[in-house]
């Protein structure tokens, strides 16, 4: 049952936005009774946090490409489509965190747990010896997801698959090049 | 009038966030009659977007260090105060924009006005021979401010000053090292 319910969370998000989110609009969507919502996740703010926390329990692993470059791209392709997307899920899922506190502590969550999961593309490039060990690997992701972000998100312009793809080896070649001592 | 009023604004925007600004509030603050507020702003929407109107008229402009390197650091210094200022003005007005199209749009207008204004930094780089000409100033500005922005802002996670000066340098260098033709 909760993965259909999150189905339905997440299309009528997609479609309505945060503020258009009902659980009425949930119930029919997903064929669950709204009784049943309303005691299992109590608010839509509720339902939204459950989604968040479901995300952060899935398999999600960022793509092995075998160089740097090629990992940083694979991700920021991964952000450039998932907020271009029309309609986005995650720009009404930021859109709700900016709503409530509940949704704001869950992206946050979720969001912990995705850079942390990324962070491997970086152990993997000081294994190959492509970076200095000892390299932050969140402000190197920071570094090449962040221009995506505030571009698309807060700036609210477009912002192509190419650009983002320059902005993935920015970071990989900045990185790269430095020593440890000299990176955030 | 407009100008104590737009100080009432930001100052209860500071204080209690959009969701506390109310039309009243500013009246008392600003010792403007609530019906001059409603006939000349018309709505708490109104009121924000003329503060954000107002500073795309003011003679703001990036400081003049004689490197790029210490221009960034300059721009990213400034954002990361502004973030991190309890209260800050700047995230208040940012959630607001995640409430209201007219926000959004202003914020929008707003900030095409400052990162305009930022691209002189890289102009002056370019003349010293700094940077390769032909290279996109708003990409480059992006690469600096984007990492702080996501990190403050959408991800709610601390981000030191020292952090931000060095996201200001991975830029300047990037961006000096390249060939034209390798930038986005």
Do not use: C
């Amino acid at each position: 049952m909760r993965s259909e319910v999150l189905a339905a969370v997440e299309a009528e998000l997609a479609e309505h936005g945060y503020d258009g989110l009902t659980i009425d609009a949930v119930a029919v969507r997903s064929g669950v009774h709204r009784t049943t919502l309303y005691r299992r996740w109590k608010s839509v703010s509720g339902l939204l946090v459950d989604l968040l926390e479901a995300g952060a329990d899935d398999a999600w692993e960022p793509a092995d490409t075998g160089s740097l470059e090629g990992d940083l791209i694979a991700v920021n392709r991964e952000v450039q489509a998932a907020l271009t997307a029309r309609p986005s899920v995650t720009q009404a899922v930021i859109a709700a965190s900016f709503r409530t506190p509940e949704a704001a502590e869950a992206l946050t969550r979720f969001w912990d747990d995705r850079y942390r999961r990324t962070a491997v593309l970086v152990a993997r490039a000081v294994d190959r010896g492509e970076l200095p060990a000892g390299v932050d690997a969140h402000q190197l992701l920071l570094t090449a997801t962040g221009p995506v972000y505030h571009q698309l998100v807060l700036l609210r312009q477009p912002m192509s698959r190419a650009q983002a793809d320059h902005h993935a080896r920015i970071a990989a070649k900045a990185f790269a090049a430095a020593r440890a001592a000299d990176l955030p």
